[in-house]
């Protein structure tokens, strides 16, 4: 049902109007026409309780005492794409632009533990994200990056112990000590079998992975966090914002219990947590969701893992803009959208951003709409005035009531979860994945409807035409990737002595089926020229693929 | 008379389906038979389950980017297989021009990001023959599946 023209065409339901139905917040959360003081359970002293201060228990306020004031958050623009050389040319320039960190996008194949001539990955080589098939490959995306001086965020999951590894071997030859590398490993694979789906091997062994590279990196990476438990692709693929709490807080229970179950000490891994979150459009409910997961995760921490260090209930998390709020109809419309959610974002409290291009239903972004995202965030950091004071909406009746009612309903669904046995079990019976998919089916429908308005796409939307206009100059990975990486790593293959090689594999065999941690044997393979196809391969053989039962 | 039978898959490595889902649902509710493959389907197994499972549509999603390469491999395999009286509908992130080069292929239809539901859904169900014609263009006895994951209409 489009609605074309200068403003004339149909006008959701609003308010105002006559036998409308209650108005929710995009979750469903009923909003009232106003908020008092009277809407605070317990009054001042009881709020005052509930909140504490910016960087104090139960940390609503935020993780650190002086906020933005004291350090901006980390502007993380997610990029990478085609062959090492091209993510480097793109690092470079958007360092250049301003951005304070890096986070690296990998291509499919990668992710999937396939090199790039694999003719499994012929179709993908360097379409999402860069092509990653051994340690010199990470060495060159890096080239002329310090390494002791530059956070990188790592999106990648399955292969993740892998791709550490190749990094740590690059951080090996340009002379950085591990103990000075910071950033952030996503390796939260519990996600992708839930919403992402770039899973590789079943989930027990998936989740040995994972406590592998934690355990390792409590030892080895003091500055870098080797998980960030994410909620964002729950919430992209179509769950409500207190889904995707429960869910995250969910998740970060059952990877602590296995880590906890290895033998880590909680005091030790906790402090190195990061969390994950979408912002998407519904300001105030975005804002109230950031600091009600503060507050869980304390709550969490402190009585249901006995953490009696403040940094060990101290919840930190990366925003990502929602992408899926973005709109292929009059593309310039994502710019606003984007520039509320950063906003959202920033009042939540984040610590680190990535802010999605106007271009996002089209490709990955150009160099220009990449760089309108950081103006974004600089802007926002820079003339709005909003870092000037620790989360400057405390203390609002709504907020405040939402940020309360956001927590009360995230945490009934946490106790669900429980009840079936925690994240990995609810996970592996289906169950939210099925929320998932028929919240997206709502709210699909509901933009079908008219009911949830969206502008240029069911009110104000163009008149006639073929349907919307993509960029003119639409962005194209470099056809030749794919060929050319597979020739690199057919020459370096050929090249390399065989014999370290081999024998790196083969205490990576031996180590995973004798259960011992994989980091030092994938080390030594990545140092010794192995690819990612092989290192992936082995774990294949050990463990076995995983194949996603039909969901219904 | 039973509906139209539509399969629906994701080829390549992609795991966006999100959107793919949502159409399964849509077409279960207009009365249509889903046989959803899922995640990481080869084109030649789409193709062969098509033709196994007595396909009256095609439909697949790419939001990977890797549009143009899997098509090809995917209507290659149509014309080895058999499946040539089978159509093909894609959908995801599809500029116009490549939508363009989809249709030279000979994919059927072409939903970019943005197509409205109501009107994918009318239109795969027009591809798929859901006037009835499937039924009488099918051999008797072809009803059920043998292959790969069906699901109940």
């Known amino acids: 049902m489009t609605a074309c023209g200068a403003g004339r065409g149909s006008s959701p339901v609003t308010a105002g109007s006559p036998g409308t139905a209650p108005v929710t917040t995009d979750s469903g959360i009923p909003v009232q026409v106003v908020y008092t003081a ?23 306020r935020g993780p650190y005492p002086t906020m933005y004031r004291g350090q901006l958050w980390t502007m993380r623009q997610f990029a990478g794409f085609g062959s090492p050389e091209h993510t480097n040319e793109r690092f470079r320039f958007l360092l250049g632009q301003g951005q304070t960190a890096l986070s690296v996008a990998f291509d499919l194949p990668t992710q999937l533990g396939y090199d790039s001539g694999d003719p499994m990955a012929a179709a993908d080589v360097g379409r999402v994200g860069v092509a990653i098939d051994t340690a010199d490959d990470m060495a060159e995306v890096f080239d002329g990056i310090p390494l002791d001086k530059v956070s990188v965020n ?33 390796n939260d694979i519990l996600k992708e079998f839930l919403a992402r789906k770039a899973y590789l091997y079943p989930p027990g062994p998936s989740l040995r992975l994972v406590t592998d590279v934690v355990e390792f990196s409590s030892r080895e990476l003091p500055r870098f966090n080797p998980i960030s438990i994410t909620g964002y692709h729950a919430r992209e693929a179509g769950c409500d914002a207190v889904q995707e709490l429960a869910l995250t807080m969910a998740s970060a229970i059952a990877y602590c219990e296995a880590f906890l179950a290895r033998g880590l000490d909680f005091e030790a891994f906790a402090p190195r947590l990061s969390f994950h979150f979408a912002t998407t459009l519904d300001l105030f409910e975005e804002v109230a969701k950031l600091r009600a997961a503060r507050r869980i995760w304390h709550r969490v921490a402190t009585e249901r893992f006995g953490a009696t260090s403040p940094a060990a209930a101290r919840l930190r998390f990366f925003s990502g803009n929602s992408g899926t709020t973005l709109t292929a109809q009059q593309p310039l419309n994502n710019v606003i959208r984007s520039t509320l959610q950063c906003l959202g974002a920033v009042l939540g409290g984040a610590q680190s951003i990535h802010v999605m291009g106007y271009d996002e239903a089209y490709e990955i972004p150009t160099e ?22 620790a989360d400057p ?17 995230a945490r009934e669904l946490m106790a669900d979860i429980d009840a079936l046995g925690g994240a990995a079990a609810a996970i592996e019976a289906g169950i939210p994945q099925r929320w998932i998919a028929e919240s997206a089916y709502r709210a699909e429908q509901q933009l079908a409807s008219g009911e949830r308005p969206k502008v240029g796409v069911n009110v104000y939307a163009d008149c006639g035409g073929d349907g919307p206009a993509g960029p003119s100059a639409p962005f194209e990975v470099d056809p030749l990737v794919g060929e050319r990486q597979a020739e690199r790593t057919r020459t370096r293959v050929a090249e390399r002595d065989p014999r370290p090689q081999i024998s790196g594999l083969l205490r990576l065999a031996d180590d995973t089926r004798a259960g011992r941690n994989v980091m030092p044997a994938l080390i030594e393979a990545a140092r010794a020229g192995a690819t990612v196809g092989e290192m992936a391969g082995v774990f294949r053989d050990a463990f076995g693929e995983f194949t996603e039962p039909a969901p219904w | 008379m039973s509906g139209p039978r539509i399969l629906l898959a994701k080829p390549g490595l992609d795991g966006h389906d999100r959107g793919l889902k949502v159409i ?16 990481r389907q080869s084109p ?18 790419v939001l990977s980017g890797a549009h143009l390469p899997l098509a090809g491999q995917l209507m290659a395999q149509r ?4 499946g040539g009286h089978i159509p093909v509908a894609i959908g995801g992130t599809i500029p116009a021009e490549h939508a363009r080069r989809l249709r030279e292929m000979g994919v059927d239809a072409v939903y970019p990001v943005g197509s409205p539901l109501p009107e994918v859904v009318d239109g795969l169900l027009r591809l798929a023959g859901g006037d009835g014609a499937p039924a009488a263009r099918r051999a008797p006895g072809k009803r059920a ?9």
């Open chain 1, 38 to 60: 009277g809407d605070l359970p317990g009054g001042e002293a009881a709020l005052a309780r509930r909140l504490g201060l910016p960087g104090e228990p139960p940390f609503t």
């Open chain 1, 154 to 186: 790592f999106t990648i999951n399955a292969t993740a112990p892998i791709i550490l590894a190749t990094y740590l071997v690059a951080a090996e030859r340009s002379g950085v000590p591990y103990h000075a590398l910071t950033g952030t490993l996503q």
């Open chain 1, 368 to 389: 220009e709409a990449v760089t309108l995202s950081l103006r974004t965030q600089q802007i926002i950091a820079l003339e709005s005035g909003v870092t000037r004071t």
């Open chain 1, 393 to 409: 909406l405390a203390g609002s009746y709504f907020v405040e009531a939402l940020t309360d009612e956001i927590e009360a309903r």
């Open chain 2, 24 to 39: 399964a649902f849509a077409l279960r509710e207009a009365g249509a038979e889903v046989i959803y493959l899922g995640l």
């Open chain 2, 44 to 61: 030649a197994a789409i193709v062969a389950a098509a033709v196994a499972e007595d396909a009256d549509l095609i439909g697949v999603s």
């Open chain 2, 79 to 82: 014309a080895e297989r058999g």
């Open chain 2, 145 to 153: 599946g043998r292959h790969g994951r069906r699901a109940a209409s």
